[in-house]
């Protein structure tokens, strides 16, 4: 497995602002992809962190609510824009340390809430 | 004692019990399924996996069974310990034109009485 880091563990933030979540591996990674976790429920993708390239949004998710950077091979960052108290979650990066074996290991996450 | 219930399924067993947590998923394309553990506060933590040329494949405790007939995933804990409590998630993945892509379940919340 690799280690997977994640900043802010946790924050509290109003509405309108804006925050950015950091995830740092400890080794390179091919794939890298974000999830929402809404209080009580499963996690949903949503997105693709594609190093050298835009990120693949999945359906419902658009690049101007939740952009995202991946400069490199061990680091991504998504910012949730313009905040509403529907962003409250869990937001957890994950990674693919084998493109064969497609398993994700995934961060400890960062608890937002947005009052 | 087997999963039960609406939306999020509960399963309450004694210390030492073997628990079955069970998962339907929705893609005949998918072809590799993870079971996830997520304890209170802390991100998922991989458990096992199994790919679709597989019905059935053990590790530590744990046993993951794969019904391709009629898209059943049930994962089975062993000797079942306090520290088994948490949410099991089950995953697939559809590979194809989703490589990489993971659709969760509901998951299922596990509680271990001593």
């Known amino acids: 497995s690799a280690v997977i880091s994640q900043k802010p563990s946790r924050d509290i933030c109003q509405r309108g602002t804006s925050l950015t979540i950091q995830c740092q591996v400890d080794?390179?990674?091919?794939?890298m992809f974000w999830y929402r976790q809404q209080p009580g429920q499963s996690l949903t993708l949503i997105a693709t962190a594609n190093q050298g390239s835009e990120a693949t949004y999945e359906s419902g998710f658009v690049i101007d609510k939740f952009p995202i950077s991946r400069p490199n091979l061990t680091f991504s960052t998504l910012t949730v824009s313009n905040m509403s108290p529907e962003d409250s979650s869990i937001y957890l990066c994950?990674?693919?340390?084998?493109?064969?074996?497609?398993?994700?290991?995934f961060g400890p996450g960062t608890r937002l809430t947005v009052l | 004692g087997e999963s039960v219930g609406l939306h999020l399924p509960t399963l309450s067993v004694q210390e030492g019990d073997n628990s079955i947590i069970n998962c339907a998923y929705s893609?005949?394309?998918?072809?590799?399924f993870i079971w996830y553990k997520q304890e209170s506060g802390k991100g998922p933590q991989f458990i096992i996996d199994?790919?679709?040329?597989?019905d059935k494949r053990q590790g530590q405790r744990v046993t993951v069974l794969l019904n391709k007939t009629v898209k059943h995933l049930s994962l089975q804990i062993a000797a079942t310990q306090p520290g088994d409590s948490a949410v099991y998630f089950c995953a697939e993945n559809t590979g194809g034109t989703s490589y990489g892509k993971l659709t969760f379940g509901q998951g299922t919340i596990l509680t271990v009485h001593p």
């Open positions: 199994i790919r679709s040329n597989m």
């Open positions: 994950s990674v693919e340390l084998d493109r064969v074996l497609d398993t994700q290991y």
């Open positions: 080794s390179q990674v091919t794939m």
């Open positions: 893609n005949s394309a998918s072809d590799y």
